[in-house]
């Protein structure tokens, strides 16, 4: 008669690991948060164009970042009245555009985006063109005598370099210090800036090398301009030079704005243009992050947050069900409290988590008591138990809505959040306890009450704890743990916790006899 | 001590309910069948047919309308029970015991019109005694003459004896005498007294009210070590023989004794309760595991079963029913 529980103890398990290991996938993938409230940094970079526009035509078009190393663009948007504004992408270059068919004076365009920092996946994201073919060196005339300057210069460095990177530090080194080196200091008097000059003489020592523009990150900073700096490549991937300090690589606090193709800013139809940068640090819940970042992802189908609001207020509710669920199992089968309706106390705590606790607590004892008040003169009147039981929904409903007039006018605006009782179930709630009375007396109808209430208090103590909100919502494939957990419950055939005082005279009596026997 | 240690139950042999209905009623009690034993009408058919002894079913009411001309029939009857067929722990039963001009008396005494037996009948086909409050129909059955020998012992209700029934085997036994606390009603939750008998003889083991011990009534203060029921093996074939009646493993049968016709088959439960445990001071589960062990097929007969349980699970009789049975594991 012995069925295997093999079987069982297998579904179970496997039901904890698959809603565990779903769970920590969407952690990892999505980057959804196990805790709720965490925040994660995000800057907010607004590029701020200035120009004055000659009265015709106007076209402004900036160079947008894209894939910046170390960081993910969350929202982007430009504020610009009376302009028409787009994003074109052209082999992987983004850029921004602004047009106007008339503009005069003084015109300010603002670009505005949201960068999270820290991302962690480092690897270079060079546009596909990149990728396929190799860079190659530009070609570079330069007119006697930087000519033989700069060859000059490329030899001393080529001879203490074996690398591009070495070459490069070689390079930047001997640029920082103009006076001890001639052939420097008149390269730098011609080409105008050190990047420049060492992108030239890369290029020109057949290392592909191009000027990037780069914006140092720091709170609260306005009026910053974009840092000239240099990626030199190295036969694999594009690194990244500081020309000033000969610092190599990207530096967390550094994001690449405008790298290589066109210039950072083009203006038609304006003189006297100039781009500045403001930014802030902001903090932004990760959970809200995740989920406007992932939203094509295929972890995200498994969330409910891509639904409508209106459907997600209610699935927040729905998946919140089977931890009341596991409480009131909880209850009567390790415990053995008695409930009237045995899953009545799940729905009067969800009606506690619209009221709050103590509002919802009174509001229901009042319309509960007030109701079995009504219910008993109804008894004399005869009716038919369905007829009698819709005369208490009616009555019910005209409780609750006196309630929350009396409420209102007494200034709690709790009295309306009442509606939110299931008028059905308490009606049949008040049809039973009244019967119990009855028939078993009031002291059932406080036990079963009582037990009703106290279940429903603790399910709602416990669905109102952000953290089980917070993963209930974000994580519904946890539930399937839950689930296995009620499975295990009902193996459960042990005693309950009120057996052990139910049968306690059986012990005492069991004492006495065997206490007797001896003497 | 207020609470009993989980170790010392097991000791003790004690069933819970969750292993009650994981293990027994959950294994042996094949769902389809329990509509033999939740709907009373079934049970009393069914037990007309296999020619178990019964009340005799007097009328059925189904439908409301026909509440309007139950009192032609109500009157050829001197005393009659209405029930509910599908209610349970006793609920929406009404015992007339006599007629008193137009009016109806009540087992405890009180008078009520027919009005009164009407607003019954109707609620009760409305679902107000049915579990899940599904329609039920009423049942009109005829009355138990008790016997003499439970005088003084019931007060205002009749004593019924529960025997619970293991795959055909009787295995425990008690007697519920209503009080004056209990309201006339044999429910032990509500006060009655629950009375321990011996599975052998049917004499009194122990006895209980609220889950204490008690040696005398307390209402009329007869002394409840003095009760033996007669015709104490049919009584046992009686229950044994809804095995095969109802095919269910672990059932609980509800048996009066009437005056002239001997045991009664009042009804059925299909999960009986566990207050047995503590009116015969005993575990149900040794005696349970015991006949889960035995061969099938062992004893064909209702009688056989009887024999063999009268043999394997006497007890010895205390002098104090307040005290219980002496432990064989002390």
């Known amino acids: ?519 | 001590m207020k609470w009993i240690s989980p170790w010392r139950l097991k000791k003790l042999g004690i069933l819970g309910m969750n292993a009650r209905n994981r293990e027994f009623i959950g294994r042996y009690n094949t769902r389809s069948r329990y509509p033999l034993v939740d709907d009373k009408l079934k049970t009393k058919l069914l037990t007309e047919e296999f020619g178990l002894a019964t009340p005799a079913l007097r009328f059925v009411v189904s439908e409301q309308h026909a509440i309007s001309h139950i009192e032609k029939q109500l009157h050829e009857l001197d005393g009659f029970a209405v029930k509910p067929a599908k209610g349970s722990g006793g609920k929406g039963i009404l015992v007339i015991t006599g007629r008193n001009g137009g009016k109806f008396v009540k087992a405890s005494g009180a008078e009520i019109d027919i009005e009164e037996i009407r607003r019954h009948m109707s609620n009760t086909l409305a679902g107000l005694y049915s579990l899940g409050g599904k329609p039920d129909v009423v049942i009109v059955e005829d009355l138990i003459e008790f016997d003499d020998i439970f005088e003084g012992y019931s007060y205002e209700g009749v004593p019924d004896i529960r025997v619970v029934v293991f795959k055909g085997y009787p295995v425990m036994a008690m007697l519920r005498l209503a009080t004056h606390a209990s309201d006339g009603k044999a429910n032990l939750h509500q006060g009655a007294v629950g009375v321990g008998l011996d599975i052998a003889t049917g004499r009194c083991l122990k006895a209980v009210q609220f889950g204490l011990g008690v040696s005398l009534h307390p209402d009329t203060k007869k002394p409840l070590n003095e009760i033996k029921v007669p015709d104490w093996r049919s009584m046992l074939v009686l229950a044994s023989r809804c095995y095969e009646m109802t095919g269910l493993g672990y059932i609980g049968t509800d048996i009066v004794l009437d005056k002239s016709r001997g045991p009664q088959l009042l009804e059925l439960n299909a999960r009986p309760g566990l207050a047995i445990q503590v009116a015969n001071g005993l575990g149900l589960l040794p005696r349970l595991r015991h006949i889960e062990s035995l061969k099938a097929g062992l004893h064909k007969t209702p009688e056989a079963r009887v024999d063999y349980v009268i043999k394997a699970f006497a007890e010895a009789i205390p002098e104090d029913p307040a005290a219980g049975p002496a432990q064989k594991i002390a």
């Open chain 1, 1 to 519: 008669m012995t069925q295997s529980r093999v079987p069982f103890y297998l579904i179970v398990v496997s039901l904890v690991v698959a809603g565990l290991a779903t769970a920590w996938a969407r952690h990892v993938e999505m980057e959804l948060p196990f805790w709720p409230g965490e925040q994660r940094p995000v800057w907010l970079v607004e590029a701020r164009v200035d120009f004055q526009a000659t009265g015709g035509e106007v076209l402004v078009s900036l160079d947008l970042p894209d894939n910046p190393p170390d960081f993910r663009l969350h929202t982007e948007h430009a504020t610009s009245p009376g302009y028409g504004f787009s994003i074109i992408e052209e082999g992987g270059d983004r850029r921004g555009e602004w047009s106007k068919r008339e503009a005069r004076g003084p015109q300010t365009l603002y670009y505005k985006a949201q960068l999270i920092g820290g991302v962690s996946e480092v690897g270079p994201q060079p546009s596909p063109d990149d990728e396929q073919q190799a860079p190659k060196p530009r070609s570079l005339y330069w007119e006697e005598p930087q000519d033989t300057a700069a060859n000059q210069l490329l030899s001393q460095a080529l001879e203490t370099s074996s690398t591009p990177e070495s070459l490069t530090r070689e390079l930047i080194k001997r640029l920082n210090n103009p006076t001890g080196d001639q052939n420097a200091s008149l390269l730098i008097e011609e080409v105008g800036s050190r990047s420049l000059l060492l992108e030239r003489l890369l290029n020109q020592a057949d290392i592909p090398a191009r000027q990037v523009m780069g914006l140092f990150l720091e709170d609260a900073r306005r009026r910053q301009t974009l840092t000239p700096m240099v990626e030199a490549y190295n036969g694999e991937e594009w690194v990244l030079f500081n020309p000033q300090t000969g610092e190599q690589g990207v530096p967390e606090n550094l994001v690449l704005w405008h790298r290589g193709g066109a210039s950072l800013l083009d203006v038609t139809g304006g003189r006297n243009s100039g781009v500045s940068f403001s930014m802030i640090r902001q903090t932004v819940p990760a959970e809200e992050l995740a989920v406007a970042q992932f939203s094509d992802s295929a972890f995200a189908l498994l969330g409910v947050q891509q639904l409508p609001i209106e459907e997600q207020s209610m699935f927040k509710m729905l998946f919140l069900l089977p931890l009341g669920a596991l409480v009131v199992v909880f209850m009567r089968i390790i415990v053995g409290l008695k409930t009237s309706g045995t899953f009545m106390p799940v729905l009067i705590s969800l009606a506690f988590l619209q009221t709050s606790l103590l509002p919802g607590l009174i509001s229901f004892v009042v319309v509960v008591s007030l109701g079995l008040m009504l219910r008993s003169y109804l008894s004399h009147l005869n009716l038919l138990l369905v007829a009698r039981i819709a005369t208490l929904v009616v009555l019910v409903i005209f409780l609750i809505s006196m309630l929350s007039l009396l409420g209102y006018q007494l200034g709690f605006s709790t009295g309306m959040t009442i509606t939110f009782f299931p008028m059905i179930i308490i009606a049949w709630t008040i049809e039973r306890m009244s019967i119990l009375w009855e028939e078993e007396g009031a002291h059932e109808v406080v036990i079963q009450g009582g037990g009703s209430l106290l279940v429903a208090v603790m399910a709602y103590l416990l669905m109102q704890l952000p953290l089980a909100n917070h993963l209930s919502f974000n994580f519904p494939e946890l539930n399937l743990v839950i689930l296995a957990l009620i499975m295990l419950m009902g193996q459960y055939t042990g005693y309950k916790l009120s057996e052990l005082r139910r049968f306690r005279a059986m012990a005492l009596e069991q004492e006495a006899a065997a206490g007797s026997d001896k003497s």
